[in-house]
């Protein structure tokens, strides 16, 4: 008996051997061998790392010579790093048992030249060249918009007219407050002078005020003359015209001419009485400086000379402010519709190129995600994956996901996208599929929000008892009027707890929509547990797919989203 079980034992042993030598031959990564050539090289040495986690470990490493490496691995099916240094690698899927065989290009490290003995890098290079091919295309066409010569020169016109305008429109202000300043300097003196002098009563007034105006009367056209000096170098306009624009020149001429007239006006009435303005402001200062200034005599024979050389030409300068101001009357507007013109014409060549873009990118960011659909349990696409946002693509992202965690359940990345996939937070963020919300209305008529499918819906959580959500009540009733037509509908679910408390505000606030429901439990309402909601007054706004676009708009942003999805 004793000896049995000792032979027994043996055999036992011997065959959980042979069943551990049999799985350790099953679980062992078959080695995977890699040989890389390298295109304009200038690596010496190439680690393969771990591709993400929280540290990186190194797997393998090789020197680099006559421009290529070769390197056999025994590592799971992931996704990992070549590491060239300083700063240069790219991500490389190791598959057990393959013999890969690549040539990069040293200068590109993310577009595979070839690939043969791999089917997960045969997808990355399809793939990359799509990816890289959409930026590549955006450049190539941003550098002929930017070499575009009508580009370039409504670009320059453009930044150049609104310039010139507000220019103008400065120059405008000084030249009517020297207006101002010579109708106040005249108004007192014509008050003051008798017989060709000052009364003696007024001299000490009329000084003053006559050193305050004339001060800022040359103050003020100072910046006009620096203007006249300078607007032909800055503001020349002599870049030869664009033909098909004959109204917008017609104008743009116009609205130079009346600018002449008006500064030849200016130029006139000042440039006349200028010197003698700062011949008396000299006179003046140099009287302050030696201490005389305070002498009445002094002022008074200060203030004569005034009267006697500058009195006489005020009256014309006065004069011609309504001059001036009559040539400003259509300027403004003649400005602003030349700014608008000359930015709308630059925007048409814009939008010229933008189109051709939009319908290239359009048809590779189409084949890209065709790709990365039919590769979806490739674990390569997650290289790929995230060039579509989440918000925006949340179609694309659960496909994929959903098939690879199929095959890779306890991957990092897969777990994690997974479980969040799966999580009640995913289940209302944007771009996801609003979860279905099925309550009664105020008649007990069960109502779904699947049945608004194809409208643009504002799903919106509120409550009889709740002041924000009545006070937000009127604008979302001005959106529905304003929309309802185009396709726009509310579902409201309430947080009540008394149907007639409930029924009273409907009528009272006018939500005139049928959409409304509740299954009157106020915090413990099963429709607010399925979206997370926690206050009110709390919005999402679903596209015609049913798909949450928005959360928590208020008034004009509110309106804005709602106008725009329903293409208006």
Known sequence: MRRFFLNDMKRITLLISVICLTLGSLFAQAPTSIHVSLLNNHFQ???????????????A??????????????????????DFGNGSSMLFVVVPGEKVNMTLDAENLQQIVSVSGSESMSNVKEMAYLALHKKEALDSINAALQADKDKVYWTDFAQKINLYRQTNDDVDGYVLNAFD?????????????????????????????????LKKAEINYGPFANYLENVD??????????????????????????????????????GAIMP???KLLAEKDSLSFNNLWDKKGNQGKWVNRVVTELYPSLQNVVNQKAAYQSLMVNDKQRADVLVAQSQDYLTKVVAKYQKSYNEID?????????????????????????????????????EVITALHEKYPEHLIVKDR??????????????????????????GKMRKLSDLRGKVVLVDFWASWCGPCRRENP???????????????????SLDSDADSWKRAIEADKLVWPNHVSDLKKWQSKAAAIYGVSSIPSTFLLDREGRIVQRNLRGADLEKAVKQLVGE
Not at 238 to 245: E, N
């Open 45 to 59: 040495r190439v680690t393969l790392t771990s591709a993400y986690g929280s540290t990186m470990t190194q797997h």
């Open 61 to 82: 490493s090789a020197d680099i010579q006559n421009d290529q490496f070769d390197m056999t691995v025994s590592l799971p099916n992931d996704i990992y790093r070549f």
């Open 181 to 213: 300043n010579m109708d106040t300097l005249y108004n007192i003196l014509s008050q003051s002078v008798s017989g060709g002098k000052v009364k003696g009563s007024a001299v000490e007034e009329c000084a003053d005020v006559a050193n305050r105006m």
């Open 233 to 270: 170098r800055y503001y020349g306009f002599t870049s030869p015209r664009v033909a098909g624009v004959k109204d917008f020149y017609t104008l743009f001429d116009q609205y130079r001419s009346d600018l002449k007239s008006r500064h030849d006006v200016a130029e006139k009435s000042f």
């Open 276 to 278: 003698t303005v700062k």
């Open 362 to 398: 359009a048809y590779l960011t189409s084949r890209l995600k065709e790709a990365i659909r039919t590769h979806k349990q490739d674990i390569c696409v997650l290289m790929f994956l995230d060039i579509f946002s989440r918000e925006q693509n949340a179609s694309l992202h659960e």
């Open 418 to 443: 997974w479980n969040y996939m799966n999580s009640p937070a995913a289940k209302i963020a944007i771009g996801a599929i609003a979860p279905e919300l099925e309550f009664p209305d105020p008649n």
């Open 475 to 493: 604008n979302v009733t001005n959106i529905y009027s304003k929309y309802h037509d185009k396709g726009f509908e509310v579902f409201s679910v």
